[in-house]
């Protein structure tokens, strides 16, 4: 009798369970569907306990690789013709234009050279103001956001299969949202535009 009392206990107990079971599933499902719903917030916040913090430290480091990408484009194409461009940084565009044209012995000024920067350099931050870029201000943003975040350790190369992925501003907008503070995010996503739009010019992948 006791045998038969703990069998029926034990089947009892099992339907409990089941319910238990189907009512957790339930409920699964409902917040699959409710993050779906609620993405865009979701991924804004780049804090969703399903990430871990080295996939969020990997994302934020492909945040601080396209503001170097960045930068080095905006400087490759203000001083293409100079060999080293060591100690150059887009904040300091200016100086570099003054003291390259002027003459450190005779202090003579090279008057045509620097006529050619300043229009060369006033055409390039024309065509990026297109995408938001204020000269003001994000010359030191993307300087922040390298020193914040760091760059890639390995950079992508042609034929790699992340290459497709790196190229893609739409894709790196995505893990922006992920990864980054919303405070910056407006910012980030303007870096990646602007990133996105002298590749498209000179026909080259985002990350070169």
Same mark, same amino acid.
Not at 153 to 158: A, D, L, N, S, Y
């Given at each position: ?55 969020? *430290? ?9 503001? $170097? ?5 905006? %400087?490759? #194409? +203000? ?74 350790? *390995? ?9 497709? $992925? ?5 894709? %790196?907008? #995505? +893990? ?33």
């Amino acid at each position: 009798m006791k045998n038969a009392q703990l069998y029926e206990d034990k089947h009892e107990i099992r339907k409990l369970l089941g319910l238990v079971c189907e009512k957790i599933d339930s409920r699964s499902d409902l917040n699959v569907q409710d993050s779906k719903v609620h993405y865009s917030s979701v991924s804004r916040r780049g804090h969703s306990k399903d990430r871990n913090s080295k996939q969020v *430290h990997h994302c934020q480091r492909v945040v601080g690789e396209c503001a $170097f990408q960045l930068d080095q484009r905006i %400087l490759t #194409r +203000m001083f293409h013709g100079y060999e080293r461009l060591y100690g150059f940084s887009v904040s300091r565009i200016k100086n570099k234009i003054l003291q390259l044209t002027t003459c450190p012995l005779t202090n003579k000024v090279d008057e045509a050279e620097r006529t050619k920067l300043f229009e060369r350099r006033h055409k390039l931050f024309n065509t990026l103001r297109q995408f938001g870029y204020d000269k003001q201000v994000h010359p030191t943003f993307t300087e922040y956001l390298v020193n914040t975040y760091g760059v890639l350790k *390995h950079r992508p190369f042609p034929g790699a299969d992340p290459q497709e $992925f790196y190229n893609c501003p739409i894709e %790196l907008r #995505r +893990m922006a949202a992920e990864c980054m503070p919303c405070s910056i995010l407006d910012n980030v996503n303007i870096i990646i535009d602007c990133l996105g739009g002298l590749a498209e010019e000179d026909g080259k992948p985002l990350f070169i």
